[in-house]
């Protein structure tokens, strides 16, 4: 009886020392729980951040897209007005030109389409066209 006495205080003090082991890992485990969710609350702080820049830049993007499309549409609007402008400037000399299509070319005539070709190239000078 006595060895069976000695036997079970043996084994609850093991089995004391077990749960004492046991509740130290546990409080390990909690105090690494605990750490690795201040850590998943850092990190999800650091991604909704870093999705705030992100759409932050895709905005910036966008509206520079928006002022560059503005710019290209004016840029366009002012080649097709420069043009315009240059084909009205041109218009006398173009129906100049054509009434004397015809003509015989002499010396007279010759001198015309000089002056002619002269003011045209006055006419491209002004608009910005320099031909040399």
Do not use: C, P, W
């Not at 609007?77 to 006398?92: G, M, P, Q, S």
């Not at 004397?100 to 006055?122: P, T, V």
């Amino acid at each position: 009886m006595k060895k069976q006495l000695r036997d079970s205080v043996y084994r609850e003090e093991k089995l004391a020392q077990d749960i004492e082991k046991l509740n130290e890992q546990i409080t390990a485990l909690m105090h690494q729980k605990a750490d690795l969710e201040h850590q998943i609350k850092e990190l999800n702080g650091n991604v909704e951040q870093q999705q705030k820049i992100l759409a932050e830049a895709g905005k910036e993007i966008e509206e520079r897209k928006a002022i560059n499309d503005a710019f290209d549409a004016l840029k366009k609007n002012d080649e097709v007005a420069i043009f315009k402008d240059i084909a009205n400037d041109l218009k006398a000399e173009y129906r100049d030109f054509k009434d004397s299509e015809a003509d015989d070319m002499d010396i007279q005539l010759g001198e015309i389409y000089r002056e002619k070709l002269l003011n045209i190239f006055r006419i491209l000078e002004k608009k910005g066209i320099k031909v040399e």
